[in-house]
């Protein structure tokens, strides 16, 4: 969206569309980027109540390990790999939801 200065809906539509013709789904360096600035977020700690904003839950720091793992090799996968279930897409997904 950011990239091509699109709404989020014609971002959406260009992904299905990229799809449909048969490209890939690449990471690119900004999600990367992306992906670390919310990991040094999330690892500093913030004095405001207490019980609050004692740094990352294990819920975020499993997803962080987990995606350290699948970012590094994603763009070499084959097409159906990057599209299942278990494909860093779901993951950063989920990341993004609990991090909001």
Same mark, same amino acid.
């Given at each position: ?24 789904? *690449?990471?690119? =360096?900004? /999600?990367?980027? +992306? ?9 500093? @700690? ?15 720091? *499993?997803?962080? =390990?987990? /995606?350290?793992? +699948? ?9 159906? @790999? ?19």
């Amino acid at each position: 969206m950011e990239r091509y200065g699109i709404t989020i809906h014609h971002a959406a539509a260009m992904t299905i569309a990229r799809r449909a013709i048969g490209f890939k789904e *690449r990471i690119t =360096k900004e /999600l990367k980027q +992306k992906i670390q600035a919310i990991k040094e977020k999330s690892n500093q @700690k913030v004095d405001t109540l207490p019980g609050e904003g004692k740094g990352m839950t294990r819920k975020v720091k *499993r997803l962080f =390990k987990r /995606l350290d793992e +699948k970012v590094s090799v994603h763009n070499g996968l084959d097409r159906y @790999k990057q599209e299942s279930f278990y494909s860093a897409w779901h993951d950063l997904k989920r990341l993004a939801l609990s991090s909001r």
